[in-house]
């Protein structure tokens, strides 16, 4: 039986929306939004699919739990400061944010664009920045926020120059925005997330060359489910004394390969 971890939590899953297919695994977002309703919290799931977002919720509210779903396009800071506070309305509260929201373009530095450069770090970067700004004001002594990142930002596993650049810009941001909750116990960690077996890595499989051969540990990619329940434990006062902290979620591979 699940041991309630983030019992009565509200907690905001911002990229938690997935139109399941026939055959594709879970998505990060919602194997999230479904753990932390799994575990006691009221979620929102907000994404730019509204079709996503709602097949996320009904899923939470088939399995027992309260979800509501919120669309929005986080690349126009008008809808992040009203995402938060939609969010923080529907759930009478707020104090759990999982910022798990971003993409990549295939282009090297010769390929990438200014445009292409700033429409990455708009989406990957500045939405989570706009986000914290907006919802640290709300949240409560004890609230956490939670970054997904990527060993991308860590080593130079394909040629995505701005994907690469955005998550190693989001681990710094989440260092700051930890320092600017400190004073009110609000914790701020990162979720370094290695090869993920997911739609969009299953995508990026069959677009990159010898990606899906590569030697990972445990002879296998990671699920989704154990990247949601790395952030849950960063959600929860499991992690108390867990703050401006990067949990690598990736087997070992950054280490061992």
Sequence with gaps: MPGMMLAGRKILVVGGGQVQEDGDPPANGRTIALAAATEGATVCVADKSAEGAAATAMQVRQNGGIAFEHVADISDPAQVENMIKQAAAGMAGLDGLVLNVGFGLGLGIDETTQEDWD??????????????????????????????????????????????????AVEGLARSIAA?????????????????????????NSKIPGRAQR??????????????????????????????????VDGGWSVLR
Excluded at 126 to 150: D, E, N, Y
Excluded at 152 to 157: G, H, Q, T
Excluded at 180 to 204: C, K, M, Q, W, Y
């Design 215 to 248: 030697s990972f540990p445990f002879g296998r990619q990671g699920r989704a489910e154990e990247c949601a329940n790395a952030v849950v434990f960063l959600l929860s006062d499991r992690a108390s004394y867990v703050n401006a902290h990067c949990l690598v």
């Design 119 to 168: 429409m990455v770090f708009s989406v990957n970067v500045r939405a989570h920045m706009l986000a914290c700004k907006a919802a640290l004001p709300l949240m409560p002594v004890g609230a956490s926020i939670v970054f997904i990142s990527s060993i991308a930002a860590r080593r130079v596993v394909n040629r995505y120059l701005s994907y690469s650049s955005s998550k190693a």
């Design 180 to 204: 600017e909750g400190e004073s009110r116990l609000i914790r701020a960690n990162v979720a370094v997330l290695g090869f993920i077996d997911t739609p969009i890595g299953r995508r990026a």
